[in-house]
């Protein structure tokens, strides 16, 4: 595929969709990132819910339209509240999005990672270069929870083998984004590099794909399939991190504010955007 533009990705209309169904977005997460998941979440038209009590997080995840799951501060009791609400959502048909934060740095990370791969069938995982070459088995150097050296080499391979082992649809964050289904891979060229200039944008994107693949197969402007709703979900992020950047904000601060406002925007305007243009096989 490689080289081979994608067909056109209507991301107005998916967020159509996601207006017209508000989307309850279960949220199992790092608690360092908390509220900016929440809001991304309200601010793209879902209903974002943080129910992460073992008592109740299974309960939550049936009823919900997605789930999300970070493990950035997760411990082992945590990880069990995860486990449960992965399996309910997948026998109410939920889908179920993984964000393996800092998979790879320590044992606790790689062990407890493990075992939500092994309880939970995932429609999406998500992760940065480095974390997506960990899963797949490849050598990989991840300190804390950031991607430490790693070129964009080779990642769309690891992308796509992790496709294949899991099933799941793998976003590969960075300065161009990678969405791998198991039989194709894309590289998406939009977004700005002040994207990383704040805590939590790679928590916000993984809030981003569940509210978008909440709604797959919701009606005729919805995405038709998991891979069309993370092609969208990583297409509308980043051409919010445009938007946010026009202005020319001070600092990281305020530039963390436009994207928030630039999210709201773009989900209340629904421009018709060409991201089919950004989007390329690989």
Known sequence: MSGEPVNDVPVGEILSAVEAAAPLVHHLTNDVTTSETANITLHWGGLPVMADAPAEAGDMAAGAD??????????????????????????????????????????????????????????IIKGNAGEVRGLAGEEATVRGVESVGESDAGVADAARALAEETGAVVVASGPTDIVADGED????????????????????????????????????????STTEAALAACAAYGFAGERAAEGDPAGPASYRTAFMDAVAALASERPALDAASRIEGV
């Open 66 to 123: 997605a789930v999300v799951i970070n493990t950035g501060t997760a411990s082992t009791t945590d990880i069990d509240a995860m486990v449960d609400a992965g399996r309910r959502a997948n026998e109410a048909g939920v889908p179920v999005v993984l964000d393996p934060v800092g998979y790879g740095a320590t044992p606790h990370r790689v062990e407890s990672v493990g075992r939500l791969l092994d309880a939970i069938a995932f429609d």
């Open 185 to 224: 891979a894309y590289e998406l060229s939009v977004g700005h590099e002040r994207m990383g200039s704040f805590v939590g944008s790679g928590c916000m994107l993984a809030s981003t794909l569940g509210t978008l693949s909440a709604v797959v197969g919701e009606g005729d402007e919805a995405p038709a």
